[in-house]
């Protein structure tokens, strides 16, 4: 299946969730059973084929919206100037809910609201939300975003946030390599996914 500039709700209902519907190894072997689920097994395994579905996505579309950025340590060539190999989880991958109006990326100092969650679930289908810096709907004018400085935050974020621009609003998939991996954070399990929306809503070259 082919989906092109597919909003996440659409995405998420279309064609990753069925995913988690099916009979595998891999998978969960009903939806009807979610009591008797375990979130969190096979774990690692499941956010892989979660990452390699977004890739999937992102490989099909050609209208724009739909982005993958190789992460911010790594080079497009080797040391011989030919083409580096990478594969799905050396990417971040974006959709562009929304553009902003300014033209200048950030370097130092971001504004930005947030909602991080995991990976779909049959007990939680959007997404279990494991931090966020709103409550409620999106509502740029109520919300108060959070500072942060690009190079102390997770190598997703310091991926994505240099090809921002004042106003974007992206919803964001970080493979676990660009997360925080084998560490297991408060909420967040070891070698999870972590899927973001984001809005740069400022940004500064100094403090």
Known sequence: MILRGKPLSMVMSTFLFPLFCVTGSLLFTSCEETAEIDEYA???ERNEAFIDSIAGVVDHCNDGRWVKI????L???DVDGNIAI???ADYVYCYKEQSGTGIEHPLTF???DYRGRLMPTANHPSGFVFDESYKGAFNPNTCKPAEFRIDGVVAGWQTVLPHMTKG???TVYIPSKLGYGSQTKTNIPAHSALVFDMHLADFATDK
Do not use: G, I, K, P
């Not at 190789?70 to 340590?73: I, P, Q």
């Open 75 to 77: 080079n497009d060539t």
């Open 42 to 44: 096979n774990w690692q």
């Open 70 to 73: 190789l992460a911010y340590n």
């Open 86 to 88: 990478h594969d799905n």
């Open 168 to 170: 974007d609003r992206w």
């Open 110 to 112: 971001v504004s930005v």
